[in-house]
C-alpha cells in the first residue's frame, strides 16, 4: 500500500499530508501551526491515529524541517496524540520520528519537550 | 494596527509598542514583524527566536481571552546584553484573571520551569479549557520571567529576562 489516505490540510500558512507505505506513514507539515489551525491538526492527527492502529503501523516519521512556527496549542494536539499512543496496549503502539531542522530554533525546544513525555516511543533526526 | 517605533543604535536599544485588535489571524503576522525587524538590527536569532515566542503565545493569550477590542503590545530589545521585555495589556473576565493569576503564581514559584512545563503538557491531555501551556513556555522554552499586574478589568503581562544575564545559547 502505498497512498495518500489522510484528508491532506491545506489553510491559511499551514499544510499537512500524509501517506502511507508497508506499516510506515509519512506525515510532512509545513507553514505555521497557530490558533487558526489548531482545529484542522487535530483532526489530521486523529485521522493519522486510527490510519496507525488500522495497518498496525510500527513508525510514523513526522518531517517538521519546514515547519516555520508552532504554538502551544497545536504542541497540546501533539500532546493528545503521543499520550494515546502511550496508552495503547503494547501490540498498539508504534515510534514517532521527528525529522527537524537546526536552523528552525522552536523545535529543538519544543520537540525536546515532547519527547520527554514518552522517550520510549519518541525519537527527533535533525 | 498602530506601530510606534524607538530606535537607539548608541545604546543599542530597539523598542516598538503597537495597539491592535486581539485577532487570532493577527498573531502570526505580528511574531513575523517582531522575527523579521528584530532580527537585521540585532543579530542573535535566539535572542530574538525566544522574544518572538513570548510575543506570539501573549497575543494568542489575548485573541482567546481579551474583551474589548484594544491589546497593547510593547517589546524592548537590548541588543548590547541580550536583556528583553515584552509587555502585553488587555482587558478580560474575572474568571480568567483569576485564572492567570494562579497560573503565573505557579510559573513564578517553580524552580524547574522544564519540569513544570511538562507537568503542564501532561496535564493539558484531554482537557479543553485553558492550560497555562503557552504561560509555561515563555518560561521554559523562552527562558523569560513572567509578572502579572492587574487593575480592575486589566490585565499586564510582562516576560522579560535580566538585561545583566545574557541569553543563553
Known amino acids: 500500500m502505498s497512498n495518500g489516505w489522510a484528508e491532506a490540510v491545506n489553510e491559511n500558512d499551514f499544510a499537512a499530508q500524509a501517506t502511507a507505505s508497508d506499516r510506515r506513514i509519512q506525515v510532512s507539515l509545513t507553514g505555521t501551526a497557530d490558533l487558526t489551525v489548531r482545529t484542522q491538526l487535530d483532526q489530521f492527527l486523529r485521522e493519522v491515529h486510527s490510519e496507525a492502529k488500522r495497518c498496525s503501523a510500527e513508525e510514523v516519521t513526522v518531517d517538521v524541517r519546514r515547519l516555520e512556527f508552532m504554538n502551544s496549542s497545536c504542541l497540546k494536539s501533539f500532546v493528545w496524540w503521543i499520550s494515546t499512543v502511550q496508552e495503547q496496549a503494547d501490540a498498539g503502539k508504534y515510534r514517532i520520528v521527528f525529522v527537524s531542522s537546526p536552523s528552525v530554533y522552536w523545535q529543538r525546544r519544543s520537540l525536546n519537550a515532547l519527547a520527554c513525555l514518552a522517550n520510549e516511543i519518541i525519537s527527533i533526526q535533525a | ?169
Open chain 2, 1 to 169: 494596527m498602530c506601530v510606534e517605533w524607538m530606535t537607539m543604535p548608541e545604546s543599542q536599544t530597539l523598542s516598538f509598542g503597537l495597539q491592535l485588535q486581539p485577532q487570532s489571524r493577527m498573531v502570526s503576522i505580528v511574531r513575523r514583524f517582531v522575527e523579521e525587524s528584530f532580527e537585521k538590527i540585532v543579530g542573535d536569532p535566539e535572542a530574538v527566536f525566544r522574544v518572538s515566542l513570548a510575543v506570539h503565545e501573549l497575543l494568542e493569550n489575548a485573541a482567546k481571552y481579551a474583551v474589548g477590542d484594544k491589546t497593547g503590545l510593547s517589546v524592548h530589545f537590548e541588543s548590547s546584553d541580550a536583556g528583553a521585555s515584552i509587555t502585553l495589556t488587555n482587558q478580560t473576565t474575572p474568571k480568567h484573571i483569576e485564572r492567570l493569576r494562579a497560573c503565573i503564581s505557579e510559573i513564578q514559584a517553580s524552580e524547574e520551569p522544564f519540569a513544570l512545563y511538562q507537568k503542564m503538557m501532561r496535564r493539558s491531555f484531554g482537557i479543553q479549557e485553558e492550560s497555562g501551556l503557552g504561560l509555561a513556555r515563555i518560561r521554559a522554552e523562552g527562558e523569560l520571567n513572567l509578572s502579572l499586574e492587574i487593575e480592575g478589568n486589566t490585565v499586564t503581562i510582562v516576560a522579560s529576562c535580566s538585561p545583566r544575564r545574557r541569553m543563553p545559547t
